[in-house]
């Protein structure tokens, strides 16, 4: 990648190029091993061509190595080389984001999904000609108190995107045909959009072990899900071969690292300057959970969810690429 | 003269007052949308606070700022609008229950509009009347009452007994009865109805709100307040005339104000229109003595008399004619001083105040010690009517009776949100300190303590793993701590679990993992009192 200051629009420019040409190699990728990533600050590397070449699986690693470094750049440069906004928007499309903002609690505790990540996902949406941006999140605390101290309320009124407030009569019992739960009330702007792209923050959590990608499908529903912990791995399972996302975008900016998935302490907080954005579900929790040193297979809800065909638990079937600023 | 341009000015300043009280009632909530600036909140959690005085009506409460001087024993700052309004009755006479009052206005128009009497019927109902001294007593049963340290004013003052009536009862039952009407219409699966129900989203929710409200006894304060309009109907502004106690606070004042109504005797024709429309009951007839106390200054005596034989004009008040009337005012002071007298050792006999506090009495955060509470508590509601998750509701019997109406968090209903303290900013007489979320959050202020009902526990009982308390806890480090374990399941096999075990040194008492436990019914965690911040007795640990 280009580490010299230039614009953004040259940047973007340039980064197309390069993921042009990356694409017509059929792909580049990286090791699995997380030292190997965490300390990778070069270029991507070529490797397992053969096996990626089966599956559209990628994962675009990003990290902002520059001290002070724009987290918005970062975001578009990724997207640049997934192939564009464009690519996964149409225009005129209805896109839900889905961020994880349910603690009331300011963005540098890094509870909730990094405001500046949201709103640059926003825009890029809003730039590949979305109808319109809806913000949807099933709080835990209230949802009102969710939108202002998460950011996520600012967010919405500078891009003008729409916040959704998850109320009684968005819920619509859906048959989510999973192997634990059935008929259950899912938020209807999700399932209506034409478009999800899930935003979840990475974090520690009491039973799942991590909250990342999938996870994020619990704030998708309503009903009782405080019971679906009894059965947390399936049922976050369950809830992600129904909600296909067309991208997920991890933030791993500010990371809790302990004490999750209220947070509230700063020591807790890890700064990793990561963002990971993927089309493979399964690939990208995988690879967030390495982050956290944890192997993703002794994560139940990765490990079922490969098992079950969403994605790959293995990093080496998917093609990677890395992007620093 | 005939038009009535002072009747059309009081009309125009009551309506107005009664806008702005309900205004004010509708916006005593977190707003919709509140769009704070991010990049503020990374230096420090906000607090989030409403805009508009929604404490106003308090301000100006000669009542309330009275019972809580008496109660507290100290000279209550914020309470310079109400001390004005008593000045202004010395001169004037009551016109807040004429001009302002939104509890009057509501009693005007509802003995106005459709009369239950007319003619003679009506002017018997407008001669004064003994039961009138009623609101004298229960004046003085608020006062000395307070004085011993128990304010019940709110229970009858008619500003709170408003706010709690329609914050607690009459709008949460309309807003869900709108909302479930809308409801259905969103759910329905025919297009153009299933729009129409999200058009409750530009009607119903701006005013209402998303979630079905719950208050605890809602449904006796909403039959209080139906009960007390009803009275229209026996006497017009029967709640001014004889039950109001703000009513008597102001007529005491304006015994001797300087605004008196002059009655030209022989002018007078006795056709009676001016006791027909006579709202206080004042004896506004020529004949008989103007009782300046009773008088609502609705001023209808002048503005109908056809012969104008009644002006109001500013005068030296005239010693009061009309003997006997002292004797019956003077019974009514001492068996208000009796009543006054036992209500506060009596109401706090149950030992909640002094013995023993009461487990379930979980007072919001920042609340003062019970006693002092007790002192300053109006039972307006507002606490009620601002707390986000609904979990601050009118106390049944948690605080004993002397607490009736004060505000008591029921966990299974709501929680106390970690970094709110909205609670705080808009209690009138500060029973609930103004408190930040970082004082609340760093001291940190607890409200009460959590334990685990093992039996109930979905772990404990061997009936599969949760950690949903855990999750929830706000607290960092978490009061909530769990353990890797083994438990035999029904099926007597052994099962991995993580049990749950609480650090009472973290624990603040918010409530939020009993309001999320699976376990319906009665949640196998529940909060109590004990431990909370404001009760050095009320304490498990050292």
């Known amino acids: 990648m280009n580490d010299t200051p230039i614009t953004r629009r040259e940047s973007i420019k340039k980064i197309a190029k390069l993921s042009a040409g990356i694409a017509a190699a059929s792909g580049l990728s990286l090791s699995a091993s997380s030292k190997n990533i965490l300390a990778a600050e070069t270029a991507p590397i070529a490797e397992n061509v053969s096996k990626q070449a089966a599956n559209g699986a990628w994962l675009i690693d990003g990290l902002g190595s520059a001290p002070g470094f724009s987290i918005r750049d970062l975001t578009r440069r990724m997207f640049a080389q997934a192939g564009g906004m464009e690519k996964f928007i149409s225009k005129g499309d209805i896109v839900v984001i889905k961020p994880n903002i349910s603690w009331a609690q300011p963005p540098h505790l890094a509870v909730t999904t990094n405001p500046d990540v949201m709103m640059a996902v926003i825009e890029l949406c809003q730039e590949a000609g979305a109808k319109s941006v809806r913000i949807v999140d099933h709080t835990i605390h209230d949802a009102r108190r969710c939108f202002g101290v998460t950011g996520a309320g600012d967010v919405a009124k500078k891009t003008g995107a729409d916040l959704v407030h998850p109320r009684q009569s968005l819920m619509k019992d859906i048959n989510l045909k999973g192997k634990r739960l059935d008929a259950w009330p899912v938020l209807t702007p999700i399932v209506e959009a034409d478009k999800v792209i899930n935003l979840p923050i990475a974090k520690v959590h009491g039973l799942s072990g991590l909250t990342l990608g999938m996870k994020n499908w619990i704030g998708a529903v309503g009903g009782r899900r405080n019971a679906l912990h009894q059965d947390i791995h399936q049922s976050i399972v369950d809830l992600a071969q129904f909600f296909r996302p067309t991208l997920t975008l991890i933030d791993a900016v500010r990371v809790l690292a302990a004490n999750g998935p209220s947070g509230g302490r700063e020591e807790d907080v890890r700064v990793l300057n990561r963002l990971i954005l993927s089309n493979d579900p399964v690939a990208i929790d995988a690879r967030a959970a390495l982050l956290f040193n944890k192997k993703p297979e002794d994560i139940g809800h990765i490990r079922l969810a490969h098992q079950q065909g969403l994605g790959h638990i293995d990093l080496n079937a998917v093609r990677q690429v890395q992007v620093t600023v | ?542």
């Open chain 2, 1 to 542: 003269m005939k038009v009535g341009k002072l009747i059309w000015l009081r009309r125009i300043s009551q309506v107005f007052f009664l806008c702005l009280f309900i205004y004010l009632l509708f916006v005593t909530r977190l707003p919709q949308d509140i769009y704070l600036d991010y990049s503020l909140t990374f230096t420090d959690a906000p607090d989030v606070r409403l805009e508009q005085p929604v404490t106003f009506f308090w301000q100006i409460n000669p009542l309330a700022w009275i019972t809580t001087v008496l109660a507290t024993h100290q000279w209550v700052t914020g309470f310079a609008w109400a001390i004005g309004l008593l000045a202004l009755t010395l001169v004037l006479g009551r016109f807040f229950c004429g001009f302002i009052c939104p509890l009057g206005t509501l009693h005007h128009m509802a003995s106005s509009i459709k009369p239950a009497l007319k003619g003679s019927a009506l002017a018997a109902a407008n001669r004064q009347k003994p039961d009138r001294m009623i609101k004298y007593f229960f004046l003085t049963v608020i006062c000395v009452a307070a004085f011993f340290g128990l304010n019940l004013s709110g229970l009858l003052d008619p500003l709170s007994l408003l706010f709690r009536s329609l914050a607690l009862a009459v709008f949460p039952a309309l807003g869900n009865a709108l909302n479930g009407f809308f409801e259905i219409l969103a759910r329905s699966d025919i297009k153009i109805i299933n729009l129409l129900g999200y058009s409750s989203e530009v009607l119903v929710a701006p005013l209402f709100g998303y979630e079905t409200i719950a208050f605890q006894t809602g449904w006796f304060i909403g039959i209080l307040f139906l009960l007390i309009l009803f009275l229209n109907r026996i006497r017009p502004r029967f709640w001014c005339r004889v039950l109001c106690p703000l009513g008597a606070l102001l007529g005491i004042c304006s015994k001797y104000s300087l605004l008196r109504l002059k009655k030209v005797d022989e002018k007078c024709t006795h056709c009676g229109i001016c006791t027909r429309n006579c709202q206080g009951a004042a004896s506004c007839e020529p004949g008989t003595p103007w009782q300046s106390p009773e008088c609502l200054l609705c001023l209808n005596c002048q503005e109908l008399c056809p012969e104008d034989a009644l002006t109001f004009k500013l005068n030296r008040p005239l010693p009061m004619r009309g003997p006997a009337r002292f004797d019956s005012g003077r019974r009514v002071v001492l068996t208000g001083l009796m009543a006054g007298l036992s209500i506060p050792f009596l109401g706090k006999l149950d030992g909640i105040t002094h013995r023993s506090p009461s487990p379930q009495l979980i007072r919001p955060p920042g609340s003062l010690p019970e006693n002092d509470f007790l002192d300053r508590c109006q039972r307006c509601g507002l606490c009620m009517k601002v707390c986000p998750t609904n979990a601050i509701h009118p106390a049944f019997a948690e605080a004993g009776m002397a607490g009736f109406w004060t505000p008591n968090l029921i966990m299974t209903l709501g929680y106390c949100e970690y970094t709110c303290t909205l609670c705080g900013s808009v209690c009138p007489t500060g029973a609930i300190a103004d408190i930040t979320s970082e004082v609340k959050t760093k001291t940190p202020i607890r409200i009460g303590s959590a334990y685990i009902d093992r039996g109930r526990c979905i772990p404990w009982s061997g009936n599969g793993s949760c950690i949903m308390c855990e999750e929830v806890c706000p607290t960092s480090p978490k009061a909530i701590h769990l353990k890797d374990d083994f438990v035999i399941n029904p099926e007597k096999e052994m099962v991995p679990v993580k049990l749950p075990y609480i650090n009472l040194k973290q624990c603040v008492g918010c409530g939020i993992c009993e309001t999320k436990c699976p376990v319906r019914g009665k949640p196998a965690i529940r909060v109590i009192s004990a431990g909370e911040t404001r009760d050095p007795d009320n304490q498990i640990l050292l």
